[in-house]
């Protein structure tokens, strides 16, 4: 293994490229990605479905369970060591038991046969050293540490007897035992609803993300993403469109892509003048009497805020505004020309007059 200092990324990839089958039927999953990750940088793969994040990161680990796929091209290191093109043996030998993940359906990591006390006992044995008998104590306590509740009667119950949410923190429970070098967590939450997302994002950022170990973590979600992620990489058919850290992907989107995939509600993109589409973020319009008369299509509440979707001479656009304000039955809107984005009407690419606002 090459010498790798602290300073050198734990994982680097350049020029991936993964294919499944062949000649006209050929899918190129993966084009040309590049992407170093830091030993303790949480990195977000976002996009949408088929944009190659899951292939990607799999990849990066060698675990592509796809029998179609071909052999990935390209380079990637791990711990300075190449493993495309290394033996498979070697490559077991490098990566051995010190990647954990996390899969969107924990079944995949969960034998269905087992007791949930079964299963973290057999970590604690292989990983800690500790006979099954002594485990039972650090068992408990640590799915108490998960948010798991009733952690005496999970104990004696099976994946399948355990809620979607409950089986996930088992999967954590699992993947903080091993204490790996490495943690992937592939969709880990798109099978949760709302309120369960909401209560394991937290408990992810306490007990995993932010540590010594770099986090790879795929998500469809920007909004997840944006909350956890050191760094996001937006995906697109099987490229990076962008990456940069949240605040640089919401203040400088590169592409109009980017502008409408992050950041909720979406960017206003207004139609092409003289070759150039301009956006304009939702919360950066503002109710003005001296502004573009508008007229109300929707409104909608979000808490403290709300919506509005007006029409005007420049399309429909989406205005957010605190909710105790008063809207008029035609109200007229402006915006700070500072606040606009502008993109090429071909390209769809950030045009380089745009600056990242200072702090």
């Not at 990839?13 to 990750?37: M, P, T, W, Y």
């Not at 500790?130 to 994946?159: C, D, I, M, Y």
């Amino acid at each position: 293994m090459t010498d790798a200092t602290a300073n050198d990324p734990l994982i680097r990839i350049s020029d991936l490229s993964v294919s499944f089958g062949g000649g006209a039927s050929e899918v190129r999953a993966v084009r040309n990605v590049s992407l170093d990750i830091g030993r303790s940088e949480t990195v977000a793969l976002v996009g949408e479905s088929g944009s190659g994040k899951s292939v990607s990161a799999l990849s990066i680990m060698q675990l592509l369970p796809y029998p179609t796929a071909r052999h990935p091209s390209g380079s990637i290191e791990f711990l300075g060591e190449e493993l495309i093109d290394a033996p498979s043996s070697r490559i077991q030998q490098i990566r051995g038991d010190r990647i954990a993940i996390i899969f969107q359906e924990p079944l995949t990591s969960l034998n269905p046969l087992h007791t949930i006390e079964k299963q973290i006992n057999e970590v604690l044995f292989v990983h800690k050293g500790l006979a099954h008998q002594a485990a039972r104590a650090q068992t408990l306590e640590l799915l108490k540490l998960v948010g798991l509740s009733n952690a005496e009667q999970r104990l004696r119950q099976r994946p399948s007897q355990l809620s979607g949410g409950q089986r996930q923190r088992v999967a954590l429970a699992r993947a903080l035992l091993r204490d790996p070098l490495v943690y992937l967590l592939d969709e880990p939450m798109s099978n949760l609803d709302a309120q369960l997302r909401e209560d394991l994002r937290p408990q992810l950022r306490r007990l995993m993300i932010g540590g010594e170990q770099p986090v790879v973590y795929v998500t469809h979600d920007q909004q997840e993403a944006m909350a956890l992620a050191d760094r996001i990489a937006v995906m697109r058919e099987g490229r990076i469109e962008q990456i940069g850290t949240p605040r640089e992907l919401y203040l400088q989107p590169a592409s109009t892509y980017v502008a409408q995939f992050i950041g909720r509600p979406q960017m206003n993109l207004l139609p092409a003048r003289d070759g150039v589409i301009t956006g304009i973020r939702p919360d950066d319009l503002r109710l003005d009497p001296a502004g573009s008369p508008c007229t109300i299509l929707s409104r909608e509440w979000f808490g403290a805020n709300q919506m509005l979707l007006v029409r005007c001479d420049r399309g429909d656009l989406r205005l957010v505004c605190p909710g105790e304000t008063a809207i008029e039955a035609e109200p007229r809107i402006s915006w700070p020309s500072a606040c606009e984005h502008r993109f090429d009407a071909v390209s769809g690419r950030r045009l380089p007059s745009n600056r990242l606002p200072s702090d």
